[in-house]
């Protein structure tokens, strides 16, 4: 297996990415630097479509600017403004609980380290290290299905799952890739290096990846 050059990777990929669909997480950012919205947006993403989440967080916002307008809006009516996102009555219940919950812990504060936001209902490692890039701008890799496919059919890492590359990619991957490697590789599996037959035919760094474990490809 040969090397992988993860700086000439990140530099292809860096070129890129202009050309292809912005990561919704990423696309809050943009247009917005409010850290409850973009909180919001990334629990609603969760095993959901960026067009799906997109639109439905921008109906949401419609409706719920702030902490205090989701502590008041009946989780009835939360339902109905975040479907069809995947498994919206769960992540309804889960919003409808955040208010008290950053008041009592965080006094009203959104927090800012990965440590504290996997305390919030509804938030796991993938949304709290997202939340500390996207809102905060601080260091930290989030590791979504996209990263953990890439990197280990890169042969960069050879782990089984998502939480064991966050770990992985923590020791290995140097610090000043952490806070884009996400947008990147989210983006190139969205478009390009695809779960089942990934399209190596128009991929940019084809000669750079090892296709570990790929059987067939376009």
């Known amino acids: 297996m040969k090397t992988v050059q993860i700086d000439k990777i990140y530099k292809i990929l860096s070129k890129q990415a202009s050309?292809?669909?912005?990561?919704?997480?990423?696309?809050?950012?943009?247009?917005?630097?409010?850290?409850?919205k973009v909180l919001l947006t990334t629990i609603l993403s969760a095993r959901t479509n960026d067009k799906i989440t997109g639109s439905?967080?921008?109906r949401l916002f419609e409706h719920v600017d702030d902490i205090e307008d989701l502590e008041k809006i009946k989780r009835s009516e939360l339902e109905k403004l975040i479907y069809p996102v995947g498994f919206?009555?769960?992540?309804?219940?889960h919003l409808k609980e955040l208010p008290s919950f950053l008041k009592s812990e965080f006094s009203d504060k959104i927090p800012e380290t990965v440590e504290e936001l996997i305390k919030l209902p509804g938030v796991g490692r993938k949304t709290a290290n997202l939340v500390v890039v996207v809102s905060f701008n601080k260091h930290a890799?989030?590791?979504d299905t996209?990263?953990?496919r890439i990197m280990n059919r890169l042969g960069y890492v050879r782990t089984k799952t998502p939480l064991q590359t966050e770990f992985a990619l923590r020791?290995?991957?140097?610090?000043?890739?952490?806070k884009k490697i996400n947008s990147l590789?989210?983006?190139?599996?969205?478009?390009?290096?695809?779960?089942?037959?990934?399209?190596?035919?128009q991929c940019p760094i084809y000669k750079y990846c090892n296709r570990v474990g790929v059987v067939k490809i376009r």
């Open 141 to 143: 890799i989030c590791v």
């Open 146 to 148: 996209h990263v953990h």
């Open 171 to 178: 020791e290995k991957l140097p610090r000043k890739y952490w």
């Open 88 to 93: 919206y009555k769960t992540k309804a219940k």
């Open 19 to 36: 050309t292809w669909n912005t990561p919704v997480a990423e696309l809050m950012q943009i247009q917005t630097k409010n850290s409850f």
């Open 185 to 201: 590789l989210v983006a190139l599996g969205q478009n390009i290096c695809q779960p089942i037959i990934p399209r190596c035919s």
């Open 56 to 58: 439905v967080a921008k």
